[in-house]
């Protein structure tokens, strides 16, 4: 079922970028498995997936050592301050960073391991309550304060768009937020990067792939609803 699935989004991705004029290698598909077992990763791993994304650092740490080495780990949830030391060196990018403060302490636990964490900036595009994220008027701020700290390097975007039955109605979230990494990159901030965008999820991926994605994060697409216990 899973490979099937991989398989169905993979060519609705494909005929996405067709349309975009696109090359499918500039599109990651970042498999979303939080809640699911580990088997499940496993079935995605071996039908060639390597990205794999989770919103919880306790699950990646839970997952990690029973899955391969290669496996890639984004974190792409709400990021608590106490959560970081232990997520660094586990994840290869954090899409979820809303606040100086977070990102100074992705910073100094980044030096202490002795690398550079590269992070997007959680953009809440359509002013939502219940979501985290900076709202654009304040992100090239947020990003002009980050951009000094020596131990995250800024490298795009990030945004989760409203819950729609109809992906059209996000369209204008996704260009807008491709819009805003191409204002702030033409501001040519020091160790700052525009060129990822993550946005795109089960529900309206072809369309953020289409408005210029570079990473999409699939999950009920791939392994079915979540169920929460
Ligand atoms: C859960 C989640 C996803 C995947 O959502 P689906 O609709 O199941 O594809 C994508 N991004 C984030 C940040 C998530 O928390």
């Known amino acids: 079922m899973i490979r099937e699935n991989i398989a169905s989004v993979e060519e609705r991705i494909c005929r996405a970028c067709e349309r975009a004029g696109r090359d ?6 970042i498999c979303v498995t939080k809640t699911k077992p580990v088997e499940m990763l496993r079935e995605a791993y071996d039908a060639g997936q390597r990205d794999f994304g989770e919103n919880r650092v306790q699950e990646i740490c839970r997952k990690k050592p029973e899955l391969p080495g290669d496996l890639r780990w984004h974190m792409i ?3 608590q301050r106490n959560k970081v030391r232990q997520l660094i060196g586990k994840t290869v990018l954090i899409h979820s ?11 100094e636990e980044a030096l202490r391991a002795g690398i550079v964490m590269p992070v997007l900036i959680e953009v809440n595009a359509a ?7 900076v709202s654009p008027e304040h992100t090239e701020e947020l990003i002009r304060a980050i ?11 990030m945004t989760i768009a409203p819950y729609t039955e109809n992906p059209e109605s996000n369209r204008a ?5 491709r819009q805003l990494a191409v204002d702030i990159g033409q501001k040519c901030i020091d160790n700052v990067s525009m060129g990822m965008l993550s946005m795109g999820m089960t529900g ?12 999409i994060r699939v999950g009920t697409g791939i392994f079915g609803e979540r ?3």
Do not use: M, N
């Open 204 to 215: 309206d991926f072809e369309v953020a792939v289409e408005e210029g994605a570079t990473h």
């Open 97 to 107: 960073v809303d606040s100086v403060r977070l990102a100074e302490t992705i910073s």
């Open 127 to 133: 002013a939502e309550e219940s979501k985290f994220g």
């Open 173 to 177: 979230y996704f260009a807008q937020l």
């Open 24 to 29: 499918r290698k500039d599109v990651h598909l």
């Open 77 to 79: 949830g709400h990021l």
């Open 147 to 157: 951009s000094t700290l020596p131990g995250i390097r800024v490298e795009g975007l």
């Open 227 to 229: 169920i929460y216990t």
